[in-house]
């Protein structure tokens, strides 16, 4: 299955700034997805991301908050603006195994702490 | 709206225990069940079942998944210290190909 490399790996950033947060997979993939998970919830997915157009946000997220690039087929950000501490997650990116009989998989993650 | 839940939230059992996670879930169009375990930050996938494949086995793990009942069952058997970790259980539907929605996780806890 698909290899995902995700930077970085944690980091602490204090309340207003931006943090982007990257992507690479060792193969071509057409979608991406991002989500986060807040301290003792579970997963929920941001945004779909899909290479030459807009991504497509769930219900709760928007582009302004969390913007997206998805620059080819095999690479994506995510931007976290204008942090609070409620933004203080895990966030992870994933893509589809081989074949689609191997789920999705997940990028090593990134925690994020805003003080 | 899909839903996940899973039980028990947490679980502390001693090695060579088997334990049996439970997932019942609600999804229109289902496309798969997937079961994760989730040490660190990063979800490593175990299973995928699908209306094809309603049982998977792997080493002392194994799944199935009653599409009837609407739930899914993962075992593990003759546990071990390793197997402490949080273990996901997500859905998909054709609808809504890749989201997955996930229950909040059973905390597995594996004492020697």
């Known amino acids: 299955s698909a290899v995902i490399s995700q930077k970085p790996s944690r980091d602490i950033c204090q309340r207003g700034t931006s943090l982007t947060i990257q992507c690479q997979v060792d193969s071509q993939v057409t979608m991406m997805f991002w989500y986060r998970q807040q301290p003792g919830q579970s997963l929920t997915l941001i945004a779909t991301a899909n290479q030459g157009s807009e991504a497509t946000y769930e219900s709760g997220f928007v582009i302004d908050k969390f913007p997206i690039s998805r620059p080819n087929l095999t690479f994506s950000t995510l931007t976290v603006s204008n942090m609070s501490p409620e933004d203080s997650s895990i966030y992870l990116c994933s893509v589809e195994g081989a074949g689609g009989s191997y789920g999705y998989t997940f990028g090593s993650g990134t925690r994020l702490t805003v003080v | 709206e899909d839903k996940v839940v899973q039980s028990p939230l947490s679980l502390v059992v001693h090695e060579g225990d088997t334990v049996t996670l439970n997932c019942s879930y609600e999804?229109?169009?289902?496309?798969?069940l997937l079961w994760y375990k989730q040490e660190k930050k990063a979800p490593t996938f175990l299973f995928m079942l699908t209306s094809s494949g309603i049982e998977k086995k792997s080493g002392r793990l194994s799944s199935i998944l009653d599409k009837k009942e609407l739930f899914s069952i993962l075992n593990i058997t003759a546990t071990q210290t390793g197997d402490s970790a949080v273990y996901l259980c997500a859905v998909e539907a054709w609808t809504s190909y890749g989201k997955l929605t996930f229950g909040q996780g059973t905390i597995l806890t594996v004492h020697p």
């Open positions: 999804v229109t169009n289902f496309r798969s």
